[in-house]
């Protein structure tokens, strides 16, 4: 059974690069070590990096719900970045909405945290709360501020217009190609993605794909550096049993928000056409999508073997992925999938589309790491039915997978690349007049 020995350890595993020996994770401010060079080391293009003179840096994150992250990729992504640049010794204030959650005063992980603002709708949560957290960055006067996602590209030239800071943006995806938007809000976020293309002094993308899209649509320097995984986590609760009715090793796992283009509909049509007595667990919530959710139970009918969990996360999330037989990832939009990384680093057999960002993560189709035609029911029926019948071969394959994922995927890699780039950027103290006016002629 994938994971299995993951189940019935009782132990916790810290993170990994939180061990700065100067630093209180804890702590709203965190300590700032002496100033050092960041050693020259070579970038993903294989070109040796210079050195850059170590400075501690004001840094805004925006766009994200909030952290501590409970769902969504793009706060599990700013928690692991945010947490990891506070550890070296910057101060990183992190924007968070009042509804995601509670949000810890003395700030989490070494991060400040500040809520803002915002109209809890479908069209206007998003950019609403992107504005009110900018104009409250722009009086922390930050060195950086950091986008995240497209939509907050239509704020973005505030702070590169009315203040000296430095603004980047994380392209997680292509979001006006989402079909949960109608016509209108794809026409406000084809603007968002024009934006996004020339108005931050830099573009990062998670996905090799995202980074050449921007370089061919806009012609402007795009830095590649990808999402990252943590190690699986031994699962110390025992919970999926007595709540949802699934034994370990006895079910398929789908892990995401319930959004059209996540292609559940798709998934739960193939499996009620699988002969197994496993169990499918669809572990998720609406994202303002009340009525495809709605739908995706009508699809489920009375099968029994298909279980929706509801949002999960922390110790109740790991003890789903451990006890797993295998992940499907269906998506038909993507930018660089999370969910798909930490089924990997649980050494869970996937299945996913053959789009690009998923072809990026699993090189080909082998053992341990399947592909289907995108869209493709039928073929999917095929994947799944060839995958149950050889579960052994394909836990085998998925352990080499899953060492090949963590090795690659590195949140302290991102991080410390993330942070050569800020230092690159942000202008030099005392040099700040200047250098705003060398980036308006970006």
Same mark, same amino acid.
């Given at each position: 059974?994938?994971?299995?020995?993951?189940?019935?350890?009782? $132990?916790?595993v810290?993170?990994p690069?939180l061990?700065?020996?100067?630093?209180?994770?804890?702590?709203?401010?965190?300590?700032?070590?002496?100033?050092?060079?960041?050693?020259?080391?070579?970038?993903?293009?294989?070109?040796?990096?210079?050195?850059?003179?170590?400075?501690?840096l004001r840094? +805004?994150?925006?766009?994200?719900?909030?952290? #501590?992250?409970?769902?969504?990729?793009?706060?599990r992504h700013?928690?692991?970045? +945010?947490?990891?640049?506070?550890?070296?010794?910057?101060? $990183?204030?992190?924007?968070?909405?009042?509804s995601?959650?509670?949000?810890?005063?003395?700030?989490?992980?070494?991060?400040?945290?500040?809520?803002?603002?915002?109209?809890?709708?479908?069209?206007?949560?998003a950019?609403?709360?992107?504005?009110?957290?900018?104009?409250?960055?722009?009086?922390?006067?930050?060195?950086?501020?950091?986008?995240?996602g497209?939509?907050?590209?239509? $704020?973005?030239?505030?702070?590169?217009?009315?203040?000296?800071?430095?603004?980047?943006?994380?392209?997680?995806?292509?979001?006006?190609?989402?079909?949960?938007?109608?016509?209108?809000?794809?026409?406000?976020?084809?603007?968002?993605?024009?934006?996004?293309?020339?108005?931050?002094?830099?573009?990062v993308?998670?996905?090799?794909g995202? +980074?050449a899209?921007?370089?061919?649509?806009?012609?402007?320097?795009?830095?590649?550096?990808p999402?990252?995984v943590? #190690?699986?986590?031994?699962?110390?609760?025992r919970?999926?049993?007595?709540?949802?009715?699934?034994?370990?090793g006895?079910?398929?796992?789908?892990?995401?928000?319930?959004?059209?283009?996540?292609?559940?509909?798709?998934?739960?049509?193939?499996?009620?056409?699988?002969?197994?007595?496993?169990?499918?667990?669809?572990?998720?919530?609406?994202?303002?999508?009340?009525?495809?959710?709605?739908?995706?139970?009508?699809?489920?009918?009375?099968d029994?073997?298909?279980?929706?969990?509801?949002?999960?996360?922390?110790?109740?999330?790991?003890?789903?992925?451990?006890?797993?037989?295998g992940?499907?990832? /269906?998506?038909?939009l993507?930018?660089?999938p999370?969910?798909l990384?930490?089924?990997?680093?649980?050494r869970?057999?996937?299945?996913?589309?053959?789009?690009?960002?998923?072809?990026e993560?699993?090189?080909?189709?082998?053992?341990?790491?399947?592909?289907?035609?995108?869209g493709?029911?039928?073929?999917?029926?095929r994947v799944?039915?060839?995958?149950? +019948?050889?579960? #052994?071969?394909?836990?085998?394959?998925?352990?080499?997978?899953?060492?090949?994922?963590?090795?690659?995927?590195?949140?302290?890699?991102?991080?410390?690349?993330l942070?050569?780039?800020?230092?690159?950027?942000? /202008?030099?103290?005392g040099?700040?007049?200047r250098?705003?006016?060398?980036?308006?002629?970006?």
């Amino acid at each position: 059974m994938a994971g299995a020995d993951l189940v019935t350890q009782g $132990v916790n595993v810290a993170h990994p690069d939180l061990q700065a020996e100067d630093v209180d994770q804890h702590a709203a401010s965190p300590a700032i070590p002496r100033q050092r060079l960041v050693p020259a080391r070579r970038s993903r293009a294989g070109v040796a990096d210079s050195a850059v003179a170590w400075r501690p840096l004001r840094i +805004a994150m925006i766009g994200q719900k909030g952290i #501590p992250a409970t769902y969504g990729g793009i706060e599990r992504h700013v928690e692991e970045m +945010a947490s990891r640049l506070a550890s070296y010794g910057h101060e $990183v204030t992190v924007y968070c909405r009042r509804s995601y959650g509670e949000t810890p005063a003395d700030g989490y992980r070494g991060v400040r945290l500040r809520q803002t603002h915002t109209i809890a709708s479908k069209h206007l949560d998003a950019i609403v709360h992107a504005a009110t957290s900018t104009m409250a960055a722009m009086t922390a006067r930050p060195d950086i501020v950091h986008y995240h996602g497209l939509g907050p590209a239509l $704020v973005a030239p505030l702070p590169r217009a009315l203040s000296r800071a430095r603004v980047v943006l994380t392209v997680h995806g292509l979001d006006n190609q989402r079909s949960k938007w109608g016509l209108a809000a794809r026409a406000v976020l084809g603007s968002a993605h024009w934006f996004s293309g020339y108005v931050p002094h830099q573009r990062v993308a998670v996905s090799q794909g995202l +980074a050449a899209h921007y370089s061919a649509r806009f012609g402007r320097p795009t830095t590649y550096i990808p999402n990252g995984v943590n #190690p699986a986590r031994p699962a110390r609760t025992r919970q999926i049993r007595e709540r949802f009715g699934l034994t370990p090793g006895g079910y398929l796992l789908l892990v995401g928000r319930l959004v059209p283009e996540k292609a559940a509909d798709l998934l739960i049509r193939a499996f009620r056409r699988t002969e197994t007595p496993m169990r499918l667990a669809i572990v998720g919530g609406s994202s303002f999508t009340d009525d495809f959710v709605d739908r995706l139970r009508r699809e489920a009918g009375a099968d029994d073997r298909i279980v929706f969990t509801g949002f999960a996360y922390g110790d109740l999330l790991a003890e789903l992925y451990a006890g797993a037989a295998g992940f499907v990832q /269906p998506s038909r939009l993507e930018g660089l999938p999370l969910t798909l990384l930490e089924a990997a680093a649980y050494r869970l057999p996937v299945v996913a589309s053959d789009i690009a960002p998923h072809v990026e993560v699993l090189k080909a189709d082998a053992a341990g790491g399947r592909l289907f035609r995108d869209g493709d029911e039928d073929d999917l029926v095929r994947v799944l039915t060839s995958l149950l +019948a050889d579960l #052994p071969g394909e836990r085998a394959g998925a352990v080499a997978l899953g060492e090949r994922i963590t090795s690659r995927y590195s949140w302290d890699t991102a991080a410390r690349e993330l942070e050569q780039l800020y230092l690159r950027l942000a /202008p030099e103290p005392g040099r700040r007049s200047r250098a705003r006016q060398a980036g308006a002629a970006d």
